[in-house]
């Protein structure tokens, strides 16, 4: 079942990327947006039934990770950079 979950994140990063346009507009957001959509997301489970409570929460997981996955970006950036002057 435990895979099961992680397998179901992974998808709705996979449809979150094909509906918005994936890396390039992500990094468009900063994590302040990205806390404020999972915010969102986990708010909207608070007044649904058991399946719309998992649906959110699926969904501001795989937001979650997409904001990693910027921040992973920003690090990577930010190595280049310094590795270029320094």
């Not at 435990?2 to 397998?7: A, H, R, V």
């Not at 449809?15 to 918005?20: E, G």
């Not at 990094?27 to 986990?42: C, P």
Request: proline share 2%.
């Amino acid at each position: 079942m435990k895979q099961g979950i992680y397998d179901e994140i992974r998808d709705e990063r996979d449809r979150q990327d094909k509906k918005w346009g994936g890396p390039a507009h992500d990094d468009g957001h900063s994590i302040n947006d990205f806390v404020a959509f999972i915010a969102k997301h986990a708010g909207k489970a608070v007044d649904e039934a058991p399946l719309g409570q998992r649906k959110q929460m699926i969904r501001a997981a795989a937001l979650a990770v997409a904001a990693i996955q910027k921040i992973d970006r920003d690090c990577e950036r930010e190595k280049a950079r310094t590795s270029q002057t320094g």
